[in-house]
């Protein structure tokens, strides 16, 4: 059964300048998750999983929800074991977000769900999964003019997810 993402997608200015900050990063570390190339930037609210003939459906039935602005909140580094690290834009998370992604949830309750939710949930864009050995550190710039963006507008959008549970393709929703 496939997985499916459903996110805040950006304007085609803001998701040109996000792709434009991945690919820069990843020219200073190895990053098998590359923005423009293998994902779409975007805030995921929810990953599940579904079969094909479900997906209008539920698109008819979280398309209208209200979205809020969003505020970007820094840069992230997660370290994993494996010497991999997740690299990306934190997004400040706001009781409106919550709501957005909790009604989601609700929406789906026998879905099997991939993402972090209440509590747990942390709202960002990713901008790479490098890889790194113990001949090199992590040198990616943690300050760019994007981390400062406020009253930030997204679209609600539909799509498929990679195998990095990345936003591969938009099915429904997309640019604004």
Known sequence: MPIYNIALTFNTPLSTELEALSQEWCT???SSYILGRNSLPHITLLQFKAEKQEIESIWETIKYLNIPTITFDGVYLSALQDDHIWSGIRVQ?????D???????DMMPNKEIFTAIK???FPHVTLGY??????TTPNLPL???ITAKT???TRLSLGVSGPHFQFETALFGGDI
Do not use: C, S, W
């Open 28 to 30: 200073l570390m190895p």
């Open 93 to 97: 998370k706001t009781p409106e977000l």
């Open 99 to 105: 709501t957005l992604q909790n009604r989601i949830v």
């Open 119 to 121: 509590h747990a949930y």
């Open 130 to 135: 490098h890889t790194f050995t113990t001949d």
């Open 143 to 145: 300050a760019t003019n």
């Open 151 to 153: 009253n930030v507008k």
